[in-house]
């Protein structure tokens, strides 16, 4: 089932006219940055959706339908930001720290200020402006699962170009993610400056090399 706008129209009916939907790509990789996006849509779009059919969870579509996806929110949203935080901050702060950052960063970067947040399962406590946080929410959310697309497809782009600076490891592939193929080139090259040193597969790679 794809993705509604109930949730952002609740809001809308209790006052809010202005709201981001948040979402992040690579949280769990084991190298690369982790980016979040946040997307606002007009509030005429939130109340007939039917223009931004097609926008849907980023894990639910091919490469393709998710660039085509993000062409559309970029068409179509009245705001979009991107957060990037890359893997020594994830060292140094933690993963969900780091996420939390790059949704911050993103949400500084929209046009205009939201009146309220939907967020997939994480909230800023940080930041005072009402948040909804929603398991699975870029599967519910409209507005995440565009800032689901945004993400993925700029991360995905960040590591096709990290691919041509580090070409061993086969990043355009597999994206930083933990695939037989990335630890094989781990075992055979070690770890570059992409990669998360405080993550499992890298600690007990460094405890090899001990």
């Known amino acids: 089932m794809a993705p509604t706008c109930e949730y952002e129209r609740d809001l809308v009916a209790q006052g809010y006219q202005v709201i981001a939907g948040l979402d992040e790509a690579g949280r769990g990789c084991w190298a690369g ?89 994480l909230v800023l406590p940080t930041l005072r402006v009402p948040q909804q ?32 600076a580090f070409p061993v490891y086969g990043f355009a592939a597999h994206k930083g993610y933990g695939t037989a193929r990335h630890q094989r080139m781990l075992d055979q090259h070690g770890a570059c400056v992409l990669h998360r040193r405080t993550f499992a597969p890298l600690l007990a790679l460094h405890a090899e090399g001990a």
């Open 33 to 121: 940055p982790v980016v979040a996006a946040a997307v606002v849509f007009p509030r005429d779009l939130l109340m007939n959706s039917e223009t931004l059919r097609g926008i849907d969870d980023s894990k639910q579509l091919s490469a393709l339908a998710r660039e085509q996806g993000y062409a559309q929110v970029r068409r179509w949203a009245s705001g979009v930001g991107v957060g990037i935080v890359p893997a020594y901050l994830i060292d140094a702060y933690g993963i969900i720290a780091a996420t939390r950052l790059a949704m911050t960063v993103a949400l500084l970067q929209l046009p205009c200020q939201p009146h309220a947040l939907l967020l997939d399962a």
């Open 133 to 164: 946080p929603l398991i699975k929410g870029d599967a519910r959310s409209l507005s995440i699962a565009a800032a689901s697309l945004v993400a993925k497809v700029t991360r995905d782009r960040l590591m096709q170009t990290a691919d041509r």
